[in-house]
């Protein structure tokens, strides 16, 4: 622990908090490249798509934070920070093909409903010492959903229009059946894998 100005007189800061704050602004920094460098090019799309990316993750972070005070009267660094992933995640399906009001919506749901997915390991007794159930499979599943609800050809006209942009239920169907997908093959191929790593370690 070591001492830090601003926080009150004679303040100890955690060194893990310290190194927690740290690695999630360079994970937030580094993922505008994963988002706006799919574009391809230094263009509107990628613009548009840097912006919802900080848009999601800010309104993860505030989405975590009111989840946490709701639940305990107080929010948290940690909180904030694992908010701030999750709205990463879940944006990044949608960034390219969403705007700043639907990026905000996305990542203020995605920091509400992993901060519950997180929870629910304390109930059900599950390991997951990352998080990586609660905040990636979690808010990677709400942000897919959400890009059926969200997507808006005005911002890329090489997608669809979601379900509020006027395109029915055709694109949130595929996205469902993509989800599913996703789900049974990482399923399957783990439970081959750890069968395969318990017979021969």
Known sequence: VGKRKGFGKNAIIPHNLTMTVLGTGILWFGWFGFNAGSALAAN?????????????????????????????????TLGVASGAVSGLVAITPAAGFVGPMAAIAIGLAAGVVCAWAVGLKFRLGYDDSLDVVGVHMIGGIAGAVLVG??????????????????????LLGKQL????????FSGIASFVLLKIVDATI
């Open 177 to 184: 059946v993509a989800i599913g997908a996703t789900l049974a």
């Open 44 to 76: 509107g799309l990628a613009a548009s798509a840097f912006l919802a990316t900080n848009l999601g993750a800010a309104a993860g972070a505030c989405g975590w934070a009111l989840m946490d005070a709701a639940k305990e009267r107080k929010s948290t």
């Open 149 to 170: 609800i969200f997507a808006d050809t005005a911002i890329n006209e090489l997608g669809a229009d979601g379900l509020l942009a006027g395109g029915g239920l055709t």
